[in-house]
């Protein structure tokens, strides 16, 4: 039975597409089969896997809509070392909140998808790159998920938002998805020369407990270069220091699993 997680913190521009772009090609490295929801309407995570956004049939907006099923939404991301499957998503999907309104079960339309194509059963991990803001799509990915991974920069406000954050996934815990645990943290952002990092990762230690996995990926140009020429950092630059910290990441979750 396969493990589906949310990748979510209501705050932007922490890593969550970093995260799921380089998850997910490390565990299909490791030959998991490996499915990737791209929720986020900016669809970075779509063509930081090498897909053209604009020139796939059908997207994740299709197919949350009922236009389209799933297996003719589902694009394939080859490489030479593995693959992987991806729901690609465009911009259209920013409309989807306000049309999603009126819907029956909207906070369940993406687990039932999911439950009626056998997802679990067919992939080892979904990984769901979530939107930067609480809204129907984070829920839906929330409560169709088994875990949440909350990437996490190391900043000031970090504990702020983290904090917002949990109170979201306790509502979702207490009302619509009973099962969901948090995988981890993944501090991002990481950089070693300055207090500031040491202090966020000390704090988050305290506040959640020792006991939670916890991952840090340093600053890092490279994962920032990589989503530009459609590649994860295990193909783009498998020696840099991002890319040794996402290997390590893959490895944690997969060691969790037994």
């Not at 090609?25 to 604009?54: C, F, R």
């Not at 679990?120 to 991990?125: A, F, I, L, M, T």
């Not at 910290?245 to 979750?253: D, P, R």
């Amino acid at each position: 039975m396969g493990k589906i997680i949310a990748i979510a913190n209501q705050k932007g521009g922490v890593g969550k597409t970093t995260t799921a772009i380089n998850l997910a090609a490390y565990l299909a490295e490791k030959n998991k089969k490996v499915l990737v929801i791209d929720s986020d309407p900016q669809g970075n995570t779509t063509t930081g896997l090498g897909i053209d956004k604009n020139n796939v049939e059908n997207t994740f907006y299709d197919l949350i809509m009922g236009e389209a099923e799933f297996k003719d939404t589902v694009e394939r991301a080859e490489f030479d070392e593995f693959g992987l499957d991806l729901l690609p998503t465009d911009i259209q999907l920013s409309g989807a909140e306000i049309e999603l309104i009126n819907m029956n079960r909207r906070e369940y339309i993406l687990k039932d998808i999911l439950i009626e194509n056998n997802v679990k059963e067919n992939y080892d991990y979904t990984l769901i790159d979530c939107p930067p803001s609480l809204n129907i799509l984070t829920l839906n990915a929330l409560t169709s998920a088994d875990t949440v991974l909350i990437p996490l920069q190391c900043e000031f406000l970090a504990l702020e938002g983290l904090s917002q954050f949990l109170h979201t996934y306790q509502l979702v815990k207490e009302r619509m998805n009973h099962d969901i645990e948090i995988e981890g943290i993944v501090f991002t952002m990481f950089d070693a020369r300055t207090n500031l990092s040491m202090q966020v990762v000390e704090e988050v230690t305290n506040y959640m407990g020792s006991d939670l996995y916890k991952c840090i990926i340093p600053r890092n140009v490279r994962l920032s270069e990589a989503p530009s020429h459609g590649l994860p950092i295990n193909l783009y630059d498998r020696k840099s220091k991002g890319a040794e910290a996402y290997e390590l990441l893959a490895e944690g979750i997969i060691e969790k699993e037994g």
